[in-house]
Each structure stands twice: as structure tokens, then as C-alpha cells.
């Protein structure tokens, strides 16, 4: 509901969450239409939907933000294990993008408990 939204604890949480989002959603803007990859409408559609819920201070974005974190782990550590496994040369700036999205979504889940609460009268934005 419009009436309940998130208080943000801490702004440099808030403003690290957007950065983080919009840089992925470029990436994946790059790679759906420069790359012709059809299955980064996922990402895509899916931070679309989190930036919506921040700028509209919607009550589940905290639920919304967890599972966006673990989708962006089990991305990591799979594309981790793929690289490393892998029957070619290992490359490091595959393994590097893979620790990056494993870190950012860890970072985003051990935060979002100390740095979002949900309140009845939001006025954070």
C-alpha cells in the first residue's frame, strides 16, 4: 500500500542501493541491446521493479531487496564454480564480475536489516 513505506537509516545505504541498481541496469540494458541477449529482460525487469518500489516507498521493499540479494548470490557463486571449471583458460575479470555480484549481494542483505525499517508515516525520500 501507498500509506506505509521505508525509513532509511542510513542515507549512504539508500543512495549505495541506487547506484548499485542502475549500474546493473545499464550493464544489462548494454548487454540486451548490443549483445542481442534476450534474457537480460530478467535482471532488468526486476530492478525496474525495486527502483518503482524505492521511489514510491512501497512496505515490501525489504522483502523485495533480500531477494534480489540472494538471486544475485546464487548468480555468483554459480557463475564462480562455471569459471573456474571451466575447460578453457580461466579468465580473472570472469571471476572478478562473479566475486562482485556474490559481494554486492551479500552486502545488500547483511544491510538491509540495520538500514530499512518499515513505518506507517514515511518521510525519508
Known amino acids: 500500500s501507498r500509506g506505509l513505506g521505508d525509513v532509511y537509516k542510513r542515507q549512504i545505504y539508500k543512495w549505495g542501493l541506487l547506484i548499485c541498481i542502475a549500474l546493473l541496469m545499464l550493464i544489462n540494458l548494454f548487454n540486451l541491446f548490443v549483445y542481442s541477449q534476450a534474457l537480460a529482460i530478467i535482471p532488468v525487469a526486476f530492478q525496474s521493479v525495486i527502483l518503482y518500489m524505492i521511489f514510491t516507498r512501497n512496505e515490501y ?65
Open 61 to 125: 521493499l525489504k522483502i523485495m531487496i533480500i531477494v534480489w540479494s540472494v538471486l544475485l548470490i546464487i548468480g555468483g557463486v554459480f557463475g564462480l564454480l562455471a569459471a573456474m571449471t571451466s575447460a578453457t583458460a580461466i579468465q580473472i575479470t570472469t571471476i572478478a564480475d562473479q566475486l562482485l555480484f556474490l559481494v554486492i549481494g551479500v552486502l545488500l542483505i547483511a544491510y538491509s536489516g540495520k538500514c530499512i525499517t518499515v513505518n506507517e508515516r514515511s518521510s525519508a525520500w
